[in-house]
Antibody
Framework: EVQLVQSGAEVKKPGESLRISCKAS????????IGWVRQMPGKGLEWMGI????????RYSPSFQGQVTISADKSISTAYLQWSSLEASDTAMYYC?????????????WGQGTLVTVSS | DIVMTQSPDSLAVSLGERATINCKSS????????????LAWYQQKPGQPPKLLIY???TRESGVPNRFSGSGSGTDFTLTISSLQAEDVAVYYC????????FGPGTKVDIK
């Protein structure tokens, strides 16, 4: 059974750094790209970027390029989303999701979400 | 960037009636080399992650009830729920994956 299990909720202050994780199981991690999607409170879904875990090839939305870093550790089947300096506007639910095939495709499996709250 | 729009923003439909959601892209999502439309539909219920319903504009994901169908090509697409059930109350999003990815703003479906 394919599963994406995300790390727990985080409460951070502006300016702090953060890395959240997404652990994959039930399939060969390096065979499928993984992406991250933001959902701000009460708002819609935003495609942030994707990574190929086999070689760490990344594609970012222009809106998120330079704002976050997506990475993956294939030895532990885990993808990451990180910030070097959080802002209040980063407060949101973040979902990881698996792309349905190698390359840019739709998302077929989703994690449960990680709520990030940034407040002074 | 490809911009996705959806209409209506929300709709209320009686149980058993048809619900229709429209999605439009700012450029074609039809890839000429394989004749596939790079468009997916997702359902999101409150407090849950999104769920894939339709991909390639009209291919139903395994396990999705056949009352859900997708149609359209190029820049104009439609998600139809043929006979609305109570469990279909949700927000529905279209997403293009022709060029990276972009979601539409969502359409909220309620019971009238």
């Amino acid at each position: 059974e394919v599963q994406l299990v995300q790390s727990g909720a985080e409460v951070k202050k502006p300016g702090e750094s953060l890395r959240i994780s997404c652990k994959a199981s039930g399939y060969i991690f390096t065979t499928y790209w993984i992406g991250w999607v933001r959902q701000m409170p009460g708002k819609g879904l935003e495609w942030m970027g994707i990574i190929d875990p086999s070689d760490s090839d990344r594609r970012y939305s222009p809106s998120f390029q330079g704002q976050v870093t997506i990475s993956a550790d294939k030895s532990i089947s885990t993808a990451y989303l990180q910030w070097s300096s959080l802002e209040a506007s980063d407060t949101a639910m973040y979902y990881c999701a698996r792309l349905a095939a190698s390359g840019i495709f739709h998302f077929d499996y989703w994690g449960q979400g990680t709520l990030v709250t940034v407040s002074s | 960037d490809i911009v996705m729009t959806q209409s209506p923003d929300s709709l209320a439909v009686s149980l058993g009636e048809r619900a229709t959601i429209n999605c439009k892209s700012s450029q074609t999502l039809l890839y000429s080399s394989n004749n596939k439309n790079y468009l997916a539909w997702y359902q999101q219920k409150p407090g849950q992650p999104p769920k894939l319903l339709i991909y390639w504009a009209s291919t139903r994901e395994s396990g999705v009830p056949n009352r859900f169908s997708g149609s359209g090509s190029g820049t104009d697409f439609t998600l139809t729920i043929s006979s609305l059930q109570a469990e279909d109350v949700a927000v529905y999003y279209c997403q293009q994956y022709y060029d990276k990815g972009t979601f539409g703003p969502g359409t909220k479906v309620d019971i009238k």
